[in-house]
């Protein structure tokens, strides 16, 4: 069964930095794309990072480029997000889920995990 | 910049057929937009319908399918049950640059 369990999340001040994680189980990780989707309160789903199975291409939507980093460790079968210059609007339960194959580009986004929390506030 | 657009909102009797739409405010969308549909209820996380535009993620009734018509991704439910009633969202696949974009997402009420 594939289970993605993220933690991290918090209360940060604004300009803080937090890094999340997702620890996957139940499938060969290496094998999938992985990406962070946040949904902020009350709002609908905003995309916001992916990394290939191999971790050598990554994406990040405008908003959070330059500020959030994803990569991924094979060891720990775990995805991180390093968020830095954190901002009262990246406020949000951030989900990550996985896709159907190696490649990013293209994949549905199908497994999600339960989210984590990050507020930004001073 | 591109927009998803989706219904704000859409009502369905019980036992009824309803069709939510997922379009893009400039062009149409196509297959190689890779449209994905996630049903979200209060405090859940999202929950996958269909993916790759018309195939159901594992364990969901065959009342959902997916299509795309005319120029919009289409998720048809049929046989609405009180338990449909929750937000729908779409995601689309916009190649680089963009890459993946969602929906404003449609709020559905079965009455």
């Known amino acids: 069964e594939v289970q993605l369990l993220e933690s991290g999340g918090g209360l940060v001040q604004p300009g803080g930095s937090l890094r999340l994680s997702c620890a996957a189980s139940?499938?060969?990780?290496?094998?999938?794309?992985m990406t962070w989707v946040r949904q902020a309160p009350g709002k609908g789903l905003e995309w916001v990072s992916a990394?290939?199975?191999?971790?050598?291409?990554?994406y990040n939507a405008d908003s959070v480029k330059g500020r959030f980093t994803i990569s991924r460790d094979e060891s720990k079968n775990t995805v991180y997000l390093q968020m830095n210059s954190l901002r009262a609007e990246d406020t949000a339960i951030y989900y990550c889920?996985?896709?159907?194959?190696?490649?990013?580009?293209?994949?549905?986004?199908?497994?999600w995990g339960q989210g984590t929390l990050v507020t930004v506030s001073s | 910049q591109t927009v998803v657009t989706q219904e704000p909102s859409f009502s369905v009797s019980p036992g009824g057929t309803v069709t939510l739409t997922c379009g893009l405010s400039?062009?149409?969308?196509?297959?190689?937009?890779?449209p994905t549909w996630y049903q979200q209820t209060p405090g859940q996380a999202p929950r996958t319908l269909i993916y790759?535009?018309?195939t159901r993620s594992s364990g969901v009734p065959d009342r959902f399918s997916g299509s795309i018509l005319g120029n919009k991704a289409a998720l048809t439910i049929t046989g609405a049950q009180a338990d449909d009633e929750c937000d729908y969202y779409c995601?689309?696949?916009?190649?680089?640059?963009?890459?993946?974009?969602f929906g404003g997402g449609t709020k559905l009420t079965v009455l």
């Open positions: 889920a996985r896709g159907l194959g190696r490649a990013a580009a293209g994949t549905g986004w199908v497994y």
């Open positions: 139940g499938f060969t990780f290496g094998s999938y794309a």
């Open positions: 990394i290939s199975g191999s971790g050598g291409t990554t």
């Open positions: 400039s062009g149409s969308v196509s297959t190689s937009h890779y």
């Open positions: 790759s535009t018309n």
């Open positions: 995601v689309l696949y916009m190649g680089s640059g963009i890459y993946w974009v």
